[in-house]
């Protein structure tokens, strides 16, 4: 197969090609992943398809279908929508402030119609494909240290501000880090990364004392002492410990979990469904989990890494950062080694935003292999 007929358009066969492009591997462990959240959702709603399981699986396979069209479509069409996504998603963020949807004390959801849409999820790919559009048309000179870097700053920073300002906190982190990130892969010098890091180590303790909320600022102490709170604060943490110890190597078994069924264990279908896990399925079963997620993040970063265009290694390696830090902050909290925030376990937690643009972030990825020899023209970072 030639380079030729990956690429070039009007071949008669041209949307088989691209099917038999598509890294099916990746395809796959997405689905055991989702299907290994599709059992834990029917386990810890007591043997039940609803409310969660049948709606995690029926949107994953819609999901699925969507990902698999969208990782065929030409990677310029991603690359010219890169700022509209964008702008949408600052949009729905400002909607948000203004007439967003409240529960317990946030405002993170935007209800258009029947659906309810968390805008949060939308910019973290909107960040990663306009970063990557932006850096795409940067000289490597400007992308190491220029003024110039005042753009991606800001394109990180005003919707990490605003998802900070709902208050969803673990979001914001995760939007800022991986911009910071996708500004280091694309070539930011050692200078201004110390220069970040200082300012970072300046800000931290500003924002701690002048603008987190009491309860932000509860859950970041008491995650260094739960047990000071343990029917307060602490409750969250102290539950998943239990969750996490007591399922031992093998685990208690599909429905025999007590944190979990008996309802001792908070939010267990979202923020805490690897605790449930933990608890029925084991070790073996966490480690099983997280060695799959290790092999999507290498597959991905392999997608990354063979593309041609600039544009493409960087919104591959963004969409693989996003995955592997929600991963991390997820596995961290559960685990009382970080605060408890509201980042899900991607794939394994029910939840419909998520789910959507975690996996049109893979349909990016997808493009970025089946057209990883394609290039895509290049300009200035706003051409």
Not at 205 to 229: G, I, M, N, S
Request: aromatic share 8%.
């Amino acid at each position: 197969m030639t380079v030729s007929a990956i690429s070039r358009p009007g071949e008669r066969d041209r949307l088989i090609v691209k099917l038999s492009q598509i890294d099916w591997t990746l395809c796959l462990l997405l689905t055991i992943i989702a299907g290994i959240g599709a059992v834990m959702l029917y386990s810890i709603a007591g043997g039940s398809w609803s409310p969660w399981a049948a709606r995690h699986l029926a949107l994953y396979g819609v999901c699925f279908v969507a990902m698999i069209a969208l990782g065929t479509a030409d990677l310029r069409l991603w690359f010219a929508l890169a700022y509209p996504v964008y702008g949408l998603g600052l949009l729905m963020l400002l909607a948000v402030a203004v007439v967003g949807h409240s529960t317990m004390g946030a405002q993170r959801w935007l209800d258009i119609g029947p659906i309810r849409i968390q805008p949060s999820e939308v910019i973290k790919i909107g960040v990663v494909m306009a970063l990557a559009r932006f850096y795409h048309g940067l000289s490597a000179a400007r992308a190491r240290w220029s003024w110039w870097l005042l753009i991606p700053a800001a394109l990180i920073g005003a919707p990490a501000a605003l998802v900070a300002h709902q208050p969803d906190l673990g979001t914001a982190v995760l939007i800022a880090a991986t911009g910071g990130a996708m500004m280091i892969l694309a070539g930011l010098s050692l200078r201004a990364v110390g220069v970040g890091i200082l300012g970072l180590g300046v800000a931290v303790p500003l924002a701690f004392a002048f603008v987190l909320k009491a309860y932000q600022k509860a859950r970041l102490l008491t995650f260094l002492h739960p047990e000071a709170d343990r029917s307060g604060a602490g409750y969250h943490i102290i539950q998943s410990e239990i969750a996490l110890g007591s399922g031992g190597l093998l685990g208690k078994g599909l429905g025999l979990g007590t944190q979990s069924q008996l309802n001792f264990l908070p939010e267990k279908s979202t923020d805490f469904i690897f605790s449930s896990m933990a608890e029925e399925l084991g070790f073996l079963g966490c480690v099983t989990v997280l060695a799959l997620y290790a092999a999507v993040i290498f597959v991905t970063l392999r997608a990354a890494a063979i593309a041609h265009s600039h544009f493409g290694r960087l919104a591959a390696a963004g969409v693989t950062v996003t995955f592997a830090l929600c991963v991390l902050i997820n596995g961290a909290m559960v685990m009382g080694l970080a605060p408890v925030v509201g980042v899900p376990m991607p794939l394994l937690s029910f939840g419909g935003t998520v789910m959507i643009t975690m996996m049109a972030g893979f349909a990016l990825v997808l493009s970025v292999r089946v057209h990883r020899y394609s290039e895509v023209t290049r300009g200035g970072p706003f051409v």
